[in-house]
């Protein structure tokens, strides 16, 4: 699987491409993770490139999100995809995500 990453400022994007399913979706569940255990949990997920999630995916996103209530802090998701939202909403998981429609107003949003 492809995971472009970007920094800016103090802030890590990460872009996955292609759908997240099984394997796929566990490697960047696990990668996520990973990454707010770190010293800087500030970390953006752009969905734009994911046309779709499966089961593991959502409970990895549900993951990261508890991690990231430990730290009184939201799982920030700019340009969810439609059938992505759509899942996270019918699994009722939609609220624990913060959403942005671009990635440098989620970028902002750790001001």
């Known amino acids: 699987m492809k995971i472009e990453r970007q ?3 103090t802030v890590e994007v990460c872009t996955p491409f292609g759908p997240l399913v099984e394997e796929d979706a566990q490697e960047f569940v696990e ?3 990973e990454r707010l255990r770190g010293p800087n949990p500030r970390v953006v997920v ?5 046309p779709y999630v499966d089961s593991i ?4 996103f549900a993951e990261a999100a508890d991690e990231l209530d430990d730290m009184a802090s939201r799982l920030k998701l700019v340009q969810v995809t439609p059938s992505c939202r759509e899942a996270m909403e019918l699994t009722g998981l939609a609220s624990r995500f913060q959403f942005f429609e671009e990635v440098g107003d989620a970028v902002r949003s750790f001001v």
């Open 7 to 9: 920094r800016i400022g």
């Open 31 to 33: 990668a996520l993770i």
């Open 46 to 50: 752009s969905l734009h490139e994911v």
């Open 57 to 60: 995916a959502l409970e990895g």
